[in-house]
């Protein structure tokens, strides 16, 4: 059996450099802990807990446990909570992607030019939150260019950095035929596009993919659900327990992808073991 590995699977740079960060305070330090999980994956969330970095899901709960340094999670956090966990007292260590840094930024210019501000993205997703804060309080999430509503005046769109770009380029289109003037900030992060591209390629010329990812992963969900579309035989996995050798019933090329908070250790282990149940199916 032949199995091909994404070569997009796994960290990205803004993930990367949080980990890091989060591994040099965790070294002799106490009192450390994210506002919310640092990424979405359970495994690291639990790698980190054992290196002393626990999570607080709100400032209350920062002073409760009482928490000394305060790591800003790569979605950023909305404006404002960063400055009053300062005054607090906290030490912060900011570990927002700078990609995520830029579309704030772009929100906030945005609103203060006066344009209606529309968000493509998730909601319930902490880097949206973070942007509709920037954004001014008029700002509209949008979750599919489908449900735009009705718009007047001057638009300007910025984008969750995860999206994928025909969603955007749909989401302009509906604009266009509503407003006369549009101004649009492409805040897609490449490194999720390449995954995406490199993704769809991959699932059109296997037999099954895996996609392996926290099921709180926005991007890896995003993944999972783009290759069950060109391969019936996609499935999203934590860890490599999850495998089975009825999965690989008629099954000769495999391929693999993960998401952007996917350790190279857990994709190590779903290589692993997909070769371990290829050598006993063909004992
Ligand atoms: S996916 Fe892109 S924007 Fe998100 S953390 Fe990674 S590098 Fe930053």
Redesign the pocket.
């Known amino acids: 059996m032949q199995i091909k590995v994404a070569r997009t699977a796994g960290?990205?740079?803004?993930?990367k450099?949080?980990i890091n960060m989060a591994y040099e305070m965790g070294r002799g330090q106490k009192g450390i802990y994210t506002i919310g999980p640092l990424?979405h994956n359970p495994q690291v969330i639990e790698e980190l807990r054992s290196r002393g970095i626990e999570v607080a899901s709100s400032p209350a709960e920062l002073k409760r446990k009482g928490a000394r340094t305060v790591i800003i999670r790569?979605?950023g956090l909305v404006l404002g909570t960063q400055e009053r966990l300062r005054r607090a007292g906290f030490n912060i260590v900011d570990a927002t992607?700078?990609?995520?840094k830029k579309?704030q930024q772009y929100a906030r210019a945005l609103k203060e030019e006066g344009y209606q501000v529309l968000i493509l993205g998730d909601i319930e997703h902490p880097?949206v939150q973070s942007l509709k804060s920037y954004a001014g309080r008029a700002a509209v999430v949008v979750k599919e260019p489908q449900s735009l509503p009705r718009l007047k005046g001057r638009v300007g769109i910025v984008v969750q950095?995860?999206q994928p770009l025909r969603a955007l380029k749909s989401l302009v289109q509906k604009c266009l035929e509503q407003v006369k003037e549009l101004k649009v900030y492409n805040t897609i992060?490449?490194?999720?596009a390449f995954?995406l591209r490199e993704a769809e390629e991959l699932a059109k010329e296997v037999d099954m993919m895996v996609v392996v990812g926290g099921r709180n992963s926005a991007?890896t969900t995003q993944l999972a659900r783009l290759c069950a579309g060109l391969c019936p035989a996609t499935y999203h996995i934590e860890t490599a327990q999850e495998l089975s050798p009825a999965m690989l019933e008629g099954v000769s090329k495999v391929g693999i992808t993960a998401g952007?908070?996917t350790p190279d250790w857990l994709i190590k282990e779903v290589i692993g073991a997909l070769k371990e149940l290829a050598r006993r199916k063909r004992a």
């Open positions: 960290f990205c740079f803004g993930v450099r949080a990424i790569t979605h992607c700078p990609f995520v579309a880097e950095t995860t992060c490449s490194s999720t995954r991007n952007a908070s």
